[in-house]
C-alpha cells in the first residue's frame, strides 16, 4: 500500500472534533463494523449553516483522517454547500489517500448526507440519498445507494442479504 | 526516542556477523560458482559451506538443499513442482491438500493449481488455529499426490502438528511439504523429526538477507524444477547463485543453531510479560492463538471495539512498529483470513494486533510498549462509537467470537 501523506497523518495524530454533540440537529451513521469502518457525525445546525459537527469513527487511519477532516470543512457551510461537498474534496483536503483507501472517503460524505438527511427529517422535509430535495425519481435513487452499498460490502468480501422492500424512511442510518 | 520494532515476524535486521561474512562477495570475492578459475572456485566453496551451514540447522544433508529467491519461491516450487511431475502420467486429476491459515505463498500457489485443474482440499482449524491430523487423514484419497501444512502460523504463531500429519502423509504414499519460514530460528526444525520430505525457509526471518532461500527436497522426492536453466543447484533451480545473499544466509542459520535455545527461552520470558501486562492493564482484549503450541516470539492480540489499523499508525506516531496480523495484507480490505478460519466474525478479526519479539528484544522496551500501548488503546478507543455505545450501554461487550 502507498504511505499515507502528511496531511493525513496529522489528522491521525491530532483528529479534530472527536466526540459527540449532546443535543444534535441530526446524526449521521455509515459503514458496518464487519467491513471494519463505522462513521457516526452529529451536526449543530442554526439558521440553516452547520454550526459544529463531532464524529466517532471505527476505522483505520485513512477513516479517522477523513472524519477528523469532513468536521473541519463542514463547519460554517450552509445545508446546500454541505451537501455538495464530495468525497474528492475530502481526499483532495488531505492531499491525496492511497487508491485502496479512496472507499473511506466515501464513508465521509455518506455519513454528512445522513446527518442531514436526519436534520432535514426532524424539519419534515425529505431529502432523497442523492441530495436532492423532493427528488423525483426517489425510488430509483435508494435502489442505486443499495447497489453502491453492496458493492462496498463486496470489496471488504461479505455478501449482504437482497434489500428490503420496506418503504425507504428518511433521515437516520442508510445501512 | 529510538524506535521500538516489535514486527520481527514480517522481518528480521541483518547481523552484523551476517553482514561480515557477505561483505567479500559483494566486492573483492565477485567470481560465479560456476567458473572454474580461481574466483569462481572460491564462490563455489563459499556456496559449499553455507549449504552445509544451512542444511545442519535443518537436520538435512547439503545436496539436499535448493537455494531459491526466498520462501515464497521455495513454497511455488514445492506445490507446483510436485503436482507438474504427478500431471505428467496420471488420468485422474492430481489432489493437493493444504490448510486454511496457510501464507498467500501457499495459498494463492493452491488457487492457481486449482484454477488448472488440481483439486484442493483446505484443511479447517480449530479456535487456536490449530490443524486437526483427523482432518487430514480423512482428506488425503488415492490421488492425493502433496499435502503441504505450514509448521507454524505467522499471524498467531500457532504450532502445526506436522509431524502427525506428515506420518499420515507417508502412509497414504503423498508427498509431504512445510512451510516451515516462520519456524525457523524460533523452534527446533529437523526435517527427520517433522517426517517431512519438502520444507520451505528464508533468510530473512533468521537475521539473513531478503531475497534468499532454501527449498529442502528429500532424497528420491519426485519433483519438477520450477525455474529452468542452466545446471546450477543439480539442475533443480537455474540461474547463477547469489553468492553474497547464499554466504549470508548459511552465517544466519549457523547463528540461529547456535542462538536458539536461549533466545527462545528469554523471547518467550518477555512475550509472557507482554501478555500479562496487557490482561491486566487493557480491558476487553483476547490473546489469539495457541496457548502453549506457539511461536515463543509472536503474540496476537484481539482489542474490542476498534481497528487495528488505526492502532497500529498511533503506535507508529509513538514509535513502536507492530503488525496487523501479516504484513502481506496491509493494504488488503479483507480481515485476516487466518483469524477468520479460526472462527472469529470479521468484526474481531478487525481489530488485532501482532507483536512480534526478536533477539534485540530487552525488558524496558517490553514496559515502553505497554505504557504506549495502554494510551493509544484509551485514545483510539475515545473515538469509537461502538466503544461509546457500550460504554452508555447500549452495547453488550460482544465477546465477538463465532
Do not use: W
Not at chain 2, 71 to 76: F, K, Y
Amino acid at each position: 500500500m502507498e504511505p499515507y501523506t502528511e496531511k493525513v497523518m496529522d489528522h491521525i495524530r491530532n483528529p479534530r472534533n472527536v466526540g459527540e454533540i449532546d443535543d444534535p440537529d441530526g446524526v449521521g451513521e455509515i459503514g458496518n463494523p464487519i467491513c471494519g469502518d463505522v462513521m457516526r457525525l452529529y451536526i449543530k445546525v442554526e439558521d440553516n449553516r452547520i454550526t459544529d459537527a463531532k464524529f466517532q469513527t471505527f476505522g483505520c487511519g485513512a477513516a479517522i483522517a477523513v472524519s477528523s477532516m469532513l468536521t473541519e470543512l463542514v463547519i460554517g457551510k450552509t445545508i446546500e454547500d454541505a451537501l455538495r461537498l464530495s468525497n474528492r474534496a475530502v481526499a483532495e483536503a488531505l492531499d491525496g489517500l492511497p487508491p485502496v483507501k479512496m472507499h473511506c472517503s466515501a464513508l465521509g460524505e455518506d455519513a454528512l448526507r445522513a446527518a442531514i438527511r436526519d436534520y432535514m427529517a426532524k424539519q419534515g422535509q425529505q431529502l432523497c440519498v442523492c441530495g436532492e430535495l423532493d427528488c423525483p425519481c426517489r425510488p430509483e435513487c435508494e435502489e442505486r445507494e443499495r447497489t453502491r452499498e453492496r458493492a462496498h460490502a463486496a470489496a471488504h468480501g461479505i455478501e449482504v442479504e437482497a434489500p428490503e422492500d420496506s418503504p425507504a424512511t428518511a433521515g437516520g442510518s442508510t445501512n | 526516542m529510538a524506535y521500538i520494532y516489535f514486527d520481527h515476524n514480517a522481518t528480521t535486521p541483518l547481523d552484523p556477523a551476517v553482514l561480515e561474512a557477505m561483505m567479500p562477495f559483494l566486492h573483492e570475492a565477485h567470481g560465479n560458482a560456476s567458473s572454474f578459475h580461481s574466483p569462481g572456485r572460491e564462490a563455489r566453496e563459499a556456496v559449499d559451506l553455507a549449504r552445509k551451514q544451512v542444511a545442519s540447522l535443518i537436520g538435512a544433508q547439503p545436496a539436499e538443499i535448493v537455494f531459491t529467491s526466498g520462501g515464497t519461491e521455495a513454497d511455488n516450487h514445492a506445490l507446483r513442482g510436485v503436482i507438474a511431475r504427478v500431471k505428467a502420467g496420471a488420468g485422474q486429476p492430481p489432489h493437493l491438500v493444504t490448510s486454511a491459515i496457510e501464507h498467500p505463498a501457499v495459498l494463492n500457489t493452491a488457487q492457481m493449481l486449482e484454477q488448472q485443474g488440481c483439486a484442493v482440499s483446505y484443511l479447517p482449524v480449530d479456535e487456536y488455529g490449530r490443524v486437526r491430523p483427523e482432518d487430514a487423514r480423512s482428506a488425503i484419497n488415492d490421488a492425493t499426490a502433496l499435502v503441504s501444512v505450514m509448521l507454524a502460523n505467522n499471524e498467531v504463531g500457532t504450532i502445526q502438528p506436522v509431524a502427525a500429519i506428515a506420518a499420515i502423509a507417508r502412509e497414504r504414499k503423498a508427498i509431504m511439504h512445510t512451510d516451515a519460514v516462520q519456524g525457523l530460528g524460533r523452534i527446533p526444525v529437523d526435517v527427520d523429526a517433522l517426517g517431512v520430505d519438502l520444507l520451505s525457509i528464508s533468510a530473512h526471518k533468521v537475521y539473513g538477507p531478503k531475497g534468499i532461500g532454501a527449498l529442502y527436497i528429500r532424497r528420491g522426492t519426485r519433483i519438477a524444477p520450477l525455474i529452468y536453466g542452466g545446471h546450477q543447484e543439480r539442475r533443480r533451480r537455474g540461474g547463477t547463485e547469489n553468492v553474497p545473499a547464499i554466504v549470508g544466509f548459511g552465517r544466519a542459520c549457523e547463528l540461529a543453531g547456535e542462538l536458539l535455545a536461549e533466545s527462545a527461552a528469554r523471547e518467550a520470558r518477555l512475550r509472557d510479560r507482554l501478555e500479562q501486562g496487557i490482561r491486566e492493564r487493557i480491558e476487553h482484549v483476547r490473546i489469539n492463538g495457541h496457548p502453549s503450541e506457539r511461536l515463543p516470539n509472536t503474540l496476537n492480540v484481539g482489542f474490542t471495539f476498534v481497528e487495528g489499523e488505526s492502532l497500529l499508525m498511533n503506535l507508529d506516531i509513538e514509535r513502536v512498529a507492530v503488525s496487523t496480523g501479516s504484513a502481506c495484507s496491509s493494504g488488503d480490505l479483507q480481515p485476516s483470513h487466518v483469524l477468520l478460519a479460526m472462527g472469529f466474525e470479521a468484526e474481531a478479526a478487525h481489530g488485532t494486533l501482532r507483536f512480534s519479539l526478536g533477539r534485540r528484544t530487552t525488558e524496558e522496551e517490553i514496559a515502553t510498549v505497554l505504557d504506549v500501548l495502554v494510551r493509544v488503546v484509551a485514545r483510539v478507543r475515545a473515538m469509537s462509537p461502538m466503544y461509546r455505545d457500550f460504554i452508555k450501554g447500549r452495547r453488550p461487550a460482544a465477546a465477538s467470537k463465532a
